[in-house]
């Protein structure tokens, strides 16, 4: 693996018993990127240069993590998400493809202030304070976590008022124009079918909800939004996919008007917005 052109034959060598070749490909170019600064275009631009002995151990070592099934993002603690880039750790959720989805829905909207519950990264709230003049703030009951998230927004160069907090055991929020929530919604019972490099390496805390109680999150922020969000207020939450019809109606009972389901780029019922009356 001397020169740059000899690094991604030698991750598909090393990985290709665990991995298909697309996605050891897009760990190779993460991994050039994050090690020597090179986009596609350098890579081949910089073929022929040769790398240093450190830099082929840090290449070695990264395969070696990726064998052990840890994902790249923490392997490297760090993670792209609406074109920013975020730190991340084991106490951090590794932001999804689909919440950029949520993001850019939610972009779409006027509104000066926004609160976004269970914020991990704090990437939700950055993204969106990133692109929009707007007052925000951000919970989240894990310190650590929150201490990523702080960090991020210093990254980010953006002012975030966030709070440690638990959301099950508040009883009031700020009012605000705009609350989002991209809560724990994985069911207990869907561990099984889980991959092991999410399973042994996410935050349980941030996946997972009892079996008995699937909707938990869901009430309580519901709840509490119509309670303090402002005269026509919106809502958006990230959703398991089986429960959409269930949290409409929920949504609906609690008195919220003209709730509207979206289709995550998979076709899989994934965000809701819904207006307080
Ligand atoms: C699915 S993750 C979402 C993280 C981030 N917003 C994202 O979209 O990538 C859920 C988050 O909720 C937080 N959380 C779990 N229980 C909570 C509680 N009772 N109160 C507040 N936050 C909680 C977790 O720490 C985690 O960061």
């Known amino acids: 693996m001397e020169k740059v052109s000899n690094i991604i034959p030698y991750y598909i060598k090393q990985l290709k018993d665990i991995a298909k070749e697309r996605e050891i490909i897009s760990?190779?170019?993460?991994?050039?990127?994050?090690?020597l600064g090179y986009n596609r275009s350098e890579?081949?631009?910089?073929?022929d240069k040769e790398i240093g002995i450190d830099i082929i151990d840090r290449f070695r070592q990264i395969i070696e993590d990726l064998k052990a099934n840890i994902p790249i993002q923490y392997i490297l603690g760090e993670t792209e998400f609406y074109g920013l880039k975020f730190k991340v750790n084991k106490h951090t959720l590794i932001p999804r493809p689909e919440t950029e989805e949520l993001v850019l829905w939610i972009l779409e909207h006027e509104f000066n202030s926004a609160l976004d519950i269970g914020t991990g990264s704090g990437c939700i709230p950055i993204a969106i304070k990133k692109n929009k003049n707007v007052e925000i703030s951000a919970?989240?009951?894990?310190e650590p976590a929150l201490l990523v998230a702080k960090e991020n927004a210093k990254?980010?160069?953006?002012k975030i008022n966030f709070l440690k907090q638990d959301i099950?055991?508040?009883?009031?929020l700020e009012r605000v124009d705009v609350i989002i929530s991209n809560p724990p919604y994985v069911l207990e019972?869907?561990?099984?079918?889980?991959?092991?490099?999410?399973?042994d390496n996410e935050p349980h805390l941030a996946l997972f909800v009892s079996n008995k109680n699937?909707?938990?999150?869901?009430?309580?922020?519901a709840e509490l939004?119509?309670?303090c969000l402002s005269k026509n207020g919106l809502l958006f939450f990230e959703i398991n996919e089986s429960f959409g019809i269930e949290i409409i109606e929920l949504l609906k009972c609690i008195g919220f008007v003209d709730i509207e389901l979206k289709k995550d780029i998979n076709e899989k019922d994934r965000m809701l917005k819904a207006i307080k009356n």
């Open 27 to 35: 760990w190779a170019y993460i991994s050039i990127d994050f090690l």
């Open 43 to 47: 890579c081949i631009i910089n073929s």
């Open 139 to 142: 919970i989240d009951v894990s």
């Open 155 to 158: 990254k980010n160069e953006v």
């Open 168 to 172: 099950l055991i508040t009883d009031n």
């Open 189 to 199: 019972k869907e561990k099984d079918l889980m991959l092991s490099n999410v399973l």
């Open 214 to 221: 699937p909707l938990l999150f869901y009430k309580k922020i």
């Open 225 to 227: 939004s119509y309670a």
